[in-house]
T-cell receptor, first 116, second 112 residues
Framework: DTGVSQNPRHKITKRGQNVTFRCDPI?????LYWYRQTLGQGPEFLTY????????KSRLLSDRFSAERPKGSFSTLEIQRTEQGDSAMYLC??????????????FGPGTRLTVT | DQQVKQNSPSLSVQEGRISILNCDYT??????FLWYKKYPAEGPTFLIS?????DKNEDGRFTVFLNKSAKHLSLHIVPSQPGDSAVYFC???????????FGDGTTLTVKP
C-alpha cells in the first residue's frame, strides 16, 4: 500500500506531556499538509511543507506546536505541554504540486489524540 | 469568520433518488473547489473537483455545479446508493495548490 500513513493511530496522554506524531506521505509527493479536526467540524489547516521547506503556518499553530520535514520525505508534528483543548484528530495529507498536478489532497487515516 | 460553509449538517434520502449537498463560500480568491467523502475512522477521500473557470464537472454519478456570482457550489449524486452514506466535506483552495479550507461537513444517509 503506497498511501499516506500516520503513526500512531491513537495517543492518550496526560496534560502537560509532550507528544510527537509521524506522517509518511506518498513517496513522489513533494507537498505535505497537517490539519486538525475536532468533532462536528471540518479539517482545519495547521501548516504545510514543500519538500523540506515550511511554506505556511496557521495562526492556530501556537508556539507549543512545531512541525518538521527534515529530508523532504516524512514529517513530524510535536505538541509540547499538551492541553485538553489539543484533543482532536490530526490529519496529514500530501500532493504532487508539479506540472499537471491537481489540487486534490491524499489524506492519511489520522492520529487521534486524547489529553486527559 | 468561516470562509466555507455547509449549512445542512445532515441529509437523508431514499436509495435511487438524487442527493444534493450545498456549500457556500465567501473568499473570492478561491479558484478551485473540491468535495471529499469521509467514512468513520478513515481520512477524507477525494471525490470530485471543479476549477473556477468552469460551472459544471461530471464524473459518473457525481456532478458538481459552481455558481461564482452566488459563491455557491453543489454536489449532485444520482442515483444515490446506500454505500454513499458518509460525511461529505466541501473544500476550497487558492492558487498554487496551497492549503485547503474546509466546511464542517454534511452527513448523508441513503436509506435502502
Amino acid at each position: 500500500d503506497t498511501g499516506v500513513s500516520q503513526n500512531p493511530r491513537h495517543k492518550i496522554t496526560k496534560r502537560g506531556q509532550n507528544v510527537t506524531f509521524r506522517c509518511d506521505p506518498i513517496s513522489e509527493h513533494n507537498r505535505l499538509y497537517w490539519y486538525r479536526q475536532t468533532l462536528g467540524q471540518g479539517p482545519e489547516f495547521l501548516t504545510y511543507f514543500q519538500n523540506e521547506a515550511q511554506l505556511e503556518k496557521s495562526r492556530l499553530l501556537s508556539d507549543r506546536f512545531s512541525a518538521e520535514r527534515p529530508k523532504g520525505s516524512f514529517s513530524t508534528l510535536e505538541i509540547q505541554r499538551t492541553e485538553q483543548g489539543d484533543s482532536a484528530m490530526y490529519l496529514c495529507a500530501s500532493i504532487n504540486s508539479g506540472d499537471g498536478a491537481t489540487y486534490e489532497q491524499y489524506f492519511g487515516p489520522g492520529t487521534r489524540l486524547t489529553v486527559t | 469568520d468561516q470562509q466555507v460553509k455547509q449549512n445542512s449538517p445532515s441529509l437523508s434520502v431514499q436509495e435511487g433518488r438524487i442527493s444534493i449537498l450545498n456549500c457556500d463560500y465567501t473568499n473570492s480568491m478561491f479558484d478551485y473547489f473540491l468535495w471529499y467523502k469521509k467514512y468513520p475512522a478513515e481520512g477524507p477521500t477525494f471525490l470530485i473537483s471543479i476549477s473556477s473557470i468552469k460551472d459544471k464537472n461530471e464524473d459518473g454519478r457525481f456532478t458538481v455545479f459552481l455558481n461564482k456570482s452566488a459563491k455557491h457550489l453543489s454536489l449532485h449524486i444520482v442515483p444515490s446508493q446506500p454505500g454513499d452514506s458518509a460525511v461529505y466535506f466541501c473544500a476550497a483552495s487558492g492558487t498554487n495548490a496551497g492549503k485547503s479550507t474546509f466546511g464542517d461537513g454534511t452527513t448523508l444517509t441513503v436509506k435502502p
